[in-house]
């Protein structure tokens, strides 16, 4: 029987890779025949009553409801300023700044990629900065590679810590964290610590493989030329992550995203202007691109991304106004082993973000016509991973929830975590990054990734005896560097630059460079583990 439990509790994860795989073929008909799979053995095997079954879907399909909304919504505002020529102006500006390629894409591939992670999150500042190093020439399929590395070097903070929570934020009412921890939050921030940490090591190296592949490999210059720019690369990524290390420590892990990202970006043009650290001989494209100069002002240019950055750490500043709002909770008194869903959408990224693309287009004096295309563009990529999406919430909260089946209290994901933890026990130090890239793997996230592995992590560490806080530093960073085969900013990055050819090959730079992350993870987690 327990061999038999063993099996069904890990049809959702088979399920989920099957979900992967309709991502990339955009075939809704697997995603249906993944989620009977999934229905079928909740009821046959795993012994679920039906009722509870429904239940439980219809709660992922709420839980899809704001990641949606959010895509819709970020990239509404995103849109918007695109049809308003903001990205361009910013284009242009860097151009003027300095033609060196390297220089660009650190500026906008990795560092203005962290400002709009931070910010947006859910992979769209990949679709943002591959369209702006596309128009400075870059090739299209480089331009969502580099991308996709900026989005992995700051998604340690800011927003990923999202996920984190919304996986373990029940925690607290099951008493897990007994007299260790007086919250999830408490956890959460001291997690954040840890991860802040182990990023010196691990996500110094985004920063250094964009310049290595921008240099070498996508433009065949030499090692010399590439070395030449590790000086500038080096102090500029300290900067990023010394910065979000104190905010975390000192403020909260929730700003340690923004703050530091626009200080970067600060003292890079800063050091660019005074040649502080820059090469004397700057590597060009052998056909320059030409740039007109843009119809809009630098104070209109700057002007949505200042408002939104204000209006976010307002946000931050009044955060127990909007934890008040969230709040506002549905109960289902028949099933008490539910976790209240709550009302997030009121102050999700995704409203405040297409508040402000109405808000943008009143300022720039838009066109219906621009309204039009915004809106059908914007349809079209949502029909081609919402049902997709749908589908893996569904799975997700199945997984993490389905108590009162054949093992009683335990839902599948507690169950697999006990029998995973009395097997493996201390050597879960070096796998449990490789598992946090899985979840963001089959998931097509580090948001979701998390959501699905996090409670998972934290129930192995505490069977295992092993520091919880340590393994799940090891979690969220393991999630959030495997950002570089999150499959839906490829996918959407690939539909706006009309290049369906990005997703497999940027998909088999990002998996090598996943599985060396993980590696030094895995390494720095053993060590912490055996000294702390």
Same mark, same amino acid.
């Given at each position: 029987?327990?061999?038999?439990?063993?099996?069904?509790?890990?049809?959702?994860?088979?399920?989920?890779?099957?979900?992967?795989?309709?991502?990339?073929?955009?075939?809704?008909?697997?995603?249906?025949?993944?989620?009977?799979?999934?229905?079928?053995?909740? %009821?046959?095997?795993?012994?679920?009553?039906?009722?509870?079954?429904?239940?439980?879907?219809?709660?992922?399909?709420?839980?899809?409801?704001?990641?949606?909304?959010?895509?819709?919504?970020?990239?509404?505002?995103?849109?918007?300023?695109?049809?308003?020529?903001?990205?361009?102006?910013?284009? =242009? =500006?860097?151009?003027?700044?300095?033609?060196?390629?390297?220089?660009?894409?650190?500026?906008?591939?990795?560092?203005?990629?962290?400002?709009?992670?931070?910010?947006?999150?859910?992979?769209?500042?990949?679709?943002?900065?591959?369209?702006?190093?596309?128009?400075?020439?870059?090739?299209?399929?480089?331009?969502?590679?580099?991308?996709?590395?900026?989005?992995?070097?700051?998604?340690?903070?800011?927003?990923?810590?999202? #996920?984190?929570?919304?996986?373990?934020?029940?925690?607290?009412?099951?008493?897990?964290?007994?007299?260790?921890?007086?919250? !999830?939050?408490?956890?959460?921030?001291?997690?954040?610590?840890?991860?802040?940490?182990?990023? =010196?090591?691990?996500?110094?190296?985004?920063?250094?493989?964009?310049?290595?592949?921008?240099?070498?490999?996508?433009?065949?210059?030499?090692?010399?030329?590439?070395?030449?720019?590790?000086?500038?690369?080096?102090?500029?990524?300290?900067?990023?992550?010394?910065?979000?290390?104190?905010?975390?420590?000192? %403020?909260? =892990?929730?700003?340690? !995203?923004?703050?530091?990202?626009?200080?970067?970006?600060?003292?890079?043009?800063?050091?660019?202007?005074?040649?502080?650290?820059?090469?004397?001989?700057?590597?060009?494209?052998?056909?320059?691109?030409?740039?007109?100069?843009?119809?809009?002002?630098?104070?209109?240019?700057?002007?949505?991304?200042?408002?939104?950055?204000?209006?976010?750490?307002?946000?931050?500043?009044?955060?127990?106004? #909007?934890?008040?709002?969230?709040?506002?909770?549905?109960?289902?008194?028949?099933?008490?082993?539910?976790?209240? !869903?709550?009302?997030?959408?009121?102050?999700?990224?995704?409203?405040?973000?297409?508040?402000?693309?109405?808000?943008?287009?009143?300022?720039?004096?838009?066109?219906?016509?621009?309204?039009?295309?915004?809106?059908?563009?914007?349809?079209?990529?949502?029909?081609?991973?919402?049902?997709?999406?749908?589908?893996?919430?569904?799975?997700?909260?199945?997984?993490?929830?389905?108590?009162?089946?054949?093992? #009683?209290?335990?839902?599948?994901?507690?169950?697999?975590?006990?029998?995973?933890?009395?097997?493996?026990?201390?050597?879960?130090?070096?796998?449990?990054?490789?598992?946090?890239?899985?979840?963001?793997?089959?998931?097509?996230?580090?948001?979701?990734?998390?959501?699905?592995?996090?409670?998972?992590?934290?129930?192995? !560490?505490?069977?295992?005896?092993?520091?919880?806080?340590?393994? #799940?530093?090891?979690?969220?960073?393991?999630?959030?560097?495997?950002?570089?085969?999150?499959?839906?900013?490829?996918?959407?990055?690939?539909?706006?630059?009309?290049?369906?050819?990005?997703?497999?090959?940027?998909?088999?730079?990002?998996?090598?460079?996943?599985?060396?992350?993980?590696?030094?993870?895995?390494?720095?987690?053993?060590?912490?583990?055996?000294?702390?």
């Amino acid at each position: 029987m327990e061999s038999l439990s063993l099996v069904v509790s890990i049809i959702p994860l088979i399920a989920l890779f099957g979900l992967f795989i309709s991502l990339l073929r955009k075939d809704p008909v697997i995603t249906l025949f993944m989620l009977i799979i999934v229905w079928v053995s909740c %009821v046959f095997l795993w012994e679920l009553p039906i009722e509870n079954v429904i239940v439980l879907s219809v709660r992922g399909i709420y839980e899809s409801v704001v990641p949606l909304w959010t895509v819709f919504g970020t990239l509404f505002f995103v849109f918007t300023l695109m049809k308003a020529s903001v990205f361009d102006a910013l284009t =242009y =500006y860097v151009h003027n700044l300095t033609p060196d390629i390297r220089l660009q894409s650190l500026l906008i591939g990795v560092f203005f990629a962290s400002l709009l992670q931070s910010l947006f999150g859910y992979g769209i500042p990949v679709v943002v900065c591959a369209l702006m190093l596309y128009a400075l020439n870059f090739d299209k399929k480089h331009s969502i590679f580099i991308s996709l590395l900026g989005t992995a070097f700051c998604s340690s903070f800011g927003s990923f810590s999202n #996920g984190l929570s919304s996986s373990i934020g029940g925690l607290t009412s099951s008493n897990i964290f007994g007299a260790v921890f007086s919250s !999830a939050e408490s956890y959460i921030s001291n997690v954040s610590i840890i991860t802040g940490l182990l990023s =010196y090591f691990v996500n110094m190296m985004f920063p250094l493989l964009a310049l290595y592949f921008v240099t070498v490999r996508f433009n065949k210059c030499s090692i010399k030329d590439f070395k030449a720019m590790i000086p500038f690369t080096v102090t500029t990524s300290l900067i990023y992550l010394s910065s979000s290390t104190v905010l975390t420590y000192f %403020v909260s =892990y929730k700003l340690a !995203a923004v703050i530091p990202s626009m200080l970067t970006i600060l003292v890079s043009i800063y050091m660019i202007k005074n040649n502080i650290m820059i090469p004397d001989v700057a590597i060009r494209r052998k056909t320059d691109v030409e740039m007109d100069k843009p119809s809009i002002s630098v104070f209109n240019m700057l002007f949505p991304f200042a408002l939104f950055t204000i209006f976010s750490l307002i946000l931050q500043i009044i955060e127990p106004l #909007g934890e008040a709002l969230k709040k506002v909770v549905i109960d289902f008194p028949a099933y008490p082993y539910l976790p209240g !869903a709550s009302f997030q959408l009121l102050t999700s990224p995704g409203t405040i973000c297409f508040l402000f693309g109405l808000l943008m287009i009143y300022f720039y004096r838009l066109k219906l016509d621009d309204v039009e295309q915004i809106t059908e563009k914007l349809t079209e990529l949502l029909h081609n991973i919402a049902f997709q999406l749908v589908g893996i919430c569904i799975v997700i909260v199945i997984f993490t929830s389905s108590f009162g089946g054949v093992e #009683g209290s335990n839902s599948m994901s507690m169950y697999l975590s006990d029998q995973t933890g009395l097997f493996i026990g201390s050597l879960w130090g070096m796998i449990s990054p490789f598992v946090a890239a899985l979840g963001t793997l089959l998931t097509g996230g580090a948001n979701m990734g998390d959501m699905l592995f996090a409670r998972f992590q934290f129930d192995i !560490a505490a069977i295992s005896n092993l520091n919880t806080q340590i393994i #799940g530093a090891s979690q969220q960073l393991g999630s959030a560097v495997a950002s570089v085969i999150g499959i839906f900013p490829i996918i959407i990055a690939s539909e706006v630059l009309y290049e369906s050819d990005a997703v497999k090959p940027t998909f088999k730079k990002g998996l090598a460079i996943t599985v060396l992350s993980c590696s030094m993870i895995g390494i720095l987690t053993m060590l912490l583990l055996y000294f702390v």
